[in-house]
């Protein structure tokens, strides 16, 4: 049973079907040549980013990594702003500068779109220091992936949060594979919460294929970083259905297993769960498919209509020529 | 006011902290150890641990941390306890704290001091005596400070926490016990300055070099040139003395190759090629790790003796 009223259901339900549908059309552009460089994406971690964007504030900070698309959006980034950036366009939301690895919005609090692995936990770190030293409530969300536990960023910044008890959630989103390379076939410890407890740090473990529980799992994470416990670490288990990036041909995993964790896939079990208990019917679910398509149509239209940032302004933004 | 080079970094710090609530100093034994080179010596007493505060020997945490708390509207001052360690902490200051500004489209701005202990002459080893500064002075993004005067010390760290840039302070570690009259302040973070003015040659230097270069300026002449700040250089400076001397040779403390030092040669020659008598020439440390004795250790380094040599090979 899904312990939510109607209405937040069904947008869960949007939520992570804006995030594919985004992304779908992303790589269709790809294949045109209207978004270049690297393009990683989420299709299929999508219950992650949506349960747990569900559970921040408006005043809460965010930390995310380069594949970040579907916590943007979820941020409330306008999908245009995002499709612009993609397309290296002025209007886009990070000036066009940054493209899919680089989104940022101050307004938001989103800190990005950073592509270094394990980069953002630090500046998590220093976040929620600033706000506990400002006597400011919020919570510094950070999402990273399992690849980032490797890091001696993540060890470091989750000492550091710990041993100073800042008011941050860390968010790992383990789908198994750091680019290429199997969590089992580069970690002696394979159960990241017992690293985390390592730290003395609560820690939690979510499956990162249902909305509900990803949610449940992020709100309890929140409300205890709120109640000025100190920080908190969630391991979403999650799969990425796509390939690492655009480049990448998907040698090291077998299609059985990829098709196995198909099965699981967030949106069609949500929505089925939906169904059976008489809260969505087929066409509700198109009638809902149907308004994010166009959503996602308009930001196409939008990235195409943008323009180009004048060569002359290349040196922008740099105070120290 | 006279005193010395590190009590002067200390009043700058004393007052950073009094002045503006935001400004806090985090890093390794800055707190109840005073810091490595006693620079913070008695801030936690004064100010409490929670504006004073030690970190674990985290370099990359805590510089990324700094990053963070400036993004989260405070005015961190982090201390690397030398620059060797700050190696540790290259990615944030590079990938991250470097890049934000312009890669966000011009959306976030870091406010962070970080402040280290660079340079040899204290037989501190090859691990503890190398000079970095120009390297990160490659980096668009970040302004490069390398306080050579007392009154630099004393000054210059209020006007790099009012850059909304993150600023690199270089403090030399063979500097600390220099004395000099603080003057009234504020200093500026972007002029080079003149030391000592001469007609024969021009000698361009910065950090721990100063000393050496005003040494043998007295020797040769020499209109001794500070540069203050490595990035952005204020080549205005230096062209204007090179006009007037026609000669020129850089001290840097850097290995010689791809060295500041390269970077301002190059950078005399593009713009005053044609009014230089001689080509210009560098005294850099030599191309090994520092080592640990001390005539090794003074061989390794520009000496006086050695710029005076190399200006009277400029014929």
């Known amino acids: 049973m899904i312990p939510y009223p109607r209405e937040l259901s069904l947008r869960l339900l949007a939520d992570m079907l804006r995030i594919r549908r985004l992304e779908e059309k992303s790589a269709e552009l790809y294949g045109e040549g209207k978004i270049r460089g690297f393009l990683h994406l989420y299709i299929g971690e999508e219950a992650v980013a949506t349960g747990a964007m569900h559970a921040l504030a408006p005043e809460d900070n965010v930390v995310a990594t380069y594949r970040e698309h579907g916590h943007a959006l979820l941020r409330g980034v306008p999908m245009e702003r995002i499709m612009a950036e993609m397309y290296g366009k002025r209007e886009g939301c990070s000036r066009g500068r940054g493209g899919s690895m680089h989104l940022f919005d101050a307004a938001r609090r989103f800190y990005g779109g950073l592509a270094i692995v394990g980069g953002g936990l630090p500046l998590a770190a220093g976040l929620a220091l600033a706000s506990s030293l400002r006597k400011e409530s919020r919570v510094t969300a950070c999402f990273f992936g399992e690849g980032a536990v490797a890091e001696g960023a993540f060890h470091e910044s989750m000492n550091l949060a710990q041993l100073w008890r800042l008011p941050a959630a860390f968010f790992c989103e383990n789908n198994l594979y750091a680019m290429g390379t199997a969590l089992e076939r580069s970690q002696s410890q394979t159960d990241l919460c017992v690293k985390a407890a390592a730290f003395g740090m609560a820690a939690l473990k979510a499956d990162g294929m249902d909305v509900v529980a990803a949610h449940e799992a992020a709100k309890q994470a929140c409300e205890r970083v709120r109640s000025g416990a100190g920080p908190v670490f969630v391991e979403f288990q999650t799969y990425r259905f796509r390939a690492h990036s655009m480049f990448d041909p998907e040698l090291y995993r077998d299609k059985a297993e990829v098709e196995r964790w198909k099965a699981r896939g967030p949106i069609h079990n949500f929505s089925a769960r939906l169904k059976a208990q008489g809260e969505l019917t087929e066409e509700q679910f198109l009638e809902i498919d149907r308004g994010v398509m166009a959503e996602v149509e308009r930001a196409v239209a939008f990235a195409e209509a943008g323009s180009w940032e004048p060569v002359e302004e290349l040196a922008r933004d740099v105070t120290t020529p | ?315």
């Open chain 2, 1 to 315: 006011m006279t005193t010395t080079y590190r009590e002067a970094l200390r009043l700058g710090l004393r007052e950073a902290l009094e002045k503006d609530e935001r400004v806090f100093l985090m890093g390794e034994d800055v707190g109840r150890y005073g810091g490595t080179y006693a620079v913070s010596k008695g801030l936690l007493e004064e100010f409490g641990p929670q504006r004073v505060r030690d970190t674990p020997l985290s370099e990359l945490a805590f510089v990324g941390a700094g990053i963070g708390a400036a993004l989260g509207g405070m005015r961190p001052i982090v201390e690397v306890m030398t620059v060797n360690f700050s190696l540790l902490a290259l990615d944030q200051i590079v990938n991250c704290a470097a890049l934000l500004r312009h890669m966000s489209g011009g959306q976030f701005s870091v406010p962070l001091v970080l402040r280290m202990t660079t340079g040899a002459g204290r037989q501190l080893a090859a691990q503890h005596s190398h000079s970095f500064e120009g390297w990160y002075a490659h980096i668009p993004g970040i302004r490069i400070a390398t306080p050579a005067t007392v009154e630099d010390a004393r000054w210059m760290l209020a006007a790099a926490l009012a850059h909304p840039d993150p600023v690199l302070l270089f403090e030399h570690a063979q500097l600390f016990e220099a004395k000099g009259d603080c003057g009234p302040g504020p200093v500026d973070l972007a002029r080079a300055q003149v030391r000592r003015p001469g007609r024969a040659v021009t000698l361009v230097t910065y950090g721990g070099s100063l000393p050496k270069a005003l040494a043998a300026a007295e020797e040769v002449d020499g209109e001794v040139i500070d540069l203050r700040v490595l990035r952005p250089l204020d080549m205005d400076s230096v062209l204007a003395s090179v006009r007037k001397t026609r000669r020129a040779v850089v001290v840097d403390e850097g290995w010689r190759s791809g060295s500041l030092a390269a970077e301002v040669m190059a950078r005399i020659m593009e713009g005053a090629f044609y009014e230089l008598d001689a080509p210009v020439a560098r005294v850099c440390s030599e191309e090994v790790p520092m080592p640990y004795p001390k005539h090794l250790e003074d061989a390794a380094l520009p000496q006086a003796a050695k710029i005076v040599a190399a200006v009277r090979g400029l014929g």
